[in-house]
């Protein structure tokens, strides 16, 4: 199993529409999880950490399930600006290094 | 709102040169970070670095690089003798010290591209 996966996509969506990503990781002594998203040739942002069960902010939740080892995020009312590649990060444990998904690329079509 | 900044945005070099990628950390942040991304691949860690020491570095990490903080706010990554294969955008990144605070900030790259 790799370390972090996800579905590479594409993912093509009308605007308005609900989107949802899974990512699968391997360790199960990770403790901490981000959700990144990263626009063609620029910098990952940081758009959500998922410490415990999960968080929502605005119209992104993020859930994590401890027990299969994976993590989820929603998209509600897709906007075009949210066409972007999104990265599941790990914590990889007892140190500070992140280990990053390959992303799955979102395209949200007017 | 704090950024990180990296300069220089976009560096050529000529395969065997050394360059010197360099970091401006968020001012309040302890730990730093470089990452590199390869074209079309997923962002590696390349290492962490803490109290003017390397914390964790990975296998790519190897003897051709260094990091360096020269001063108080420049964070420094040296490449000695730049292979092909070291073409990539460069990412550093820094962090707060906190046992939660995890979450790392991304400066916006740099483009190497050894020729």
């Known amino acids: 199993r790799k370390e972090v996966e996800q579905d590479p996509g594409p993912f093509n969506v009308p605007e308005g529409a609900t989107v949802a990503f899974n990512c699968t990781y391997s360790?199960?002594?990770?403790?901490?999880f981000f959700w990144y998203r990263q626009d063609c040739r620029k910098e990952p942002k940081l758009l959500m950490s998922?410490?415990?069960?999960?968080n929502e902010d605005g119209r992104f939740t993020a859930q994590l399930n401890r027990a299969s080892q994976y993590i989820s995020l929603l998209i509600r009312d897709s906007k075009l600006s949210d066409s972007a590649t999104y990265l599941c990060?790990?914590?990889?444990?007892?140190?500070?290094?992140?280990?990053w998904g390959l992303g799955t690329s979102l395209a949200v079509n007017p | 709102e704090p950024e990180v900044t990296q300069t220089p945005s976009h560096q050529v070099t000529q395969m065997g040169q050394e360059v010197i990628l360099r970091c401006v950390p968020i001012?309040?942040?302890?730990?730093f970070y470089w990452y590199r991304q390869i074209l079309g691949q997923k962002v590696e860690f390349l290492v962490s670095?803490?109290?003017?020491?390397?914390?964790?570095k990975s296998e790519i990490f190897d003897d051709q690089f260094s990091v360096e903080r020269p001063d108080g706010s420049n964070f420094t990554l040296k490449i000695r003798s730049t292979k092909l294969e070291d073409s990539a955008m460069y990412f550093c990144?820094?962090?707060?010290?906190?046992?939660?605070?995890?979450?790392?900030?991304f400066g916006p790259g740099t483009r190497l591209t050894v020729t």
């Open positions: 001012s309040n942040h302890l730990y």
């Open positions: 990144a820094s962090s707060g010290t906190g046992t939660e605070d995890l979450e790392q900030y």
């Open positions: 360790n199960s002594a990770s403790q901490s």
């Open positions: 670095f803490y109290n003017n020491e390397i914390s964790e």
């Open positions: 990060v790990v914590h990889a444990g007892n140190n500070r290094k992140l280990i």
């Open positions: 998922v410490y415990s069960s999960g």
